[in-house]
């Protein structure tokens, strides 16, 4: 990968960052089953628009520059509790860049408290 399509990557993943913590988790699927779209306009002028299609199980985040040119999309699974399962990336040309997986740790903290029982 050249120093330019790598930093492309990384200016990708940055900006996407804060939109999906805004967006939170995708939402709870609906009786009819109709797929949700929302844009954020970042601020170095691009454009994203989020698709969330529950029948499929999938979300997909597609960020085009400021005058119109795709810069890169995102197509999630989406478990059926609404979580992020996997995320697929893919540059401008739809050539796929590299997949993650998104999982679940739950630590469990235990405390004891001692206790004195007196006859």
Do not use: M
């Given at each position: 990968m050249t120093l330019r399509g790598s930093l492309v990557l990384t200016l990708l993943a940055i900006s996407l960052s804060p939109a999906l913590?805004?967006?939170?988790?995708?939402?709870?699927?609906?009786?009819?089953?109709?797929?949700?779209?929302?844009v954020s306009l970042n601020d170095d002028g691009s454009r994203t628009v989020y698709q969330f299609d529950n029948a499929k199980h999938e979300a997909t985040a597609t960020t085009t520059e400021p005058d119109g040119k795709p810069r890169g999309k995102i197509v999630y699974q989406v478990a059926d509790g609404g979580r992020f399962v996997s995320g697929t990336a893919y540059g401008?040309?739809?050539?796929?860049?590299?997949?993650?997986?998104?999982?679940?740790?739950?630590?469990?903290?235990?405390?004891?408290?001692?206790?004195?029982?007196?006859a």
């Open positions: 913590q805004t967006l939170g988790q995708a939402p709870a699927a609906t009786a009819d089953e109709t797929i949700r779209v929302t401008p040309d739809d050539k796929f860049l590299f997949k993650g997986l998104y999982k679940v740790i739950i630590y469990l903290t235990h405390q004891f408290a001692s206790c004195n029982v007196g």
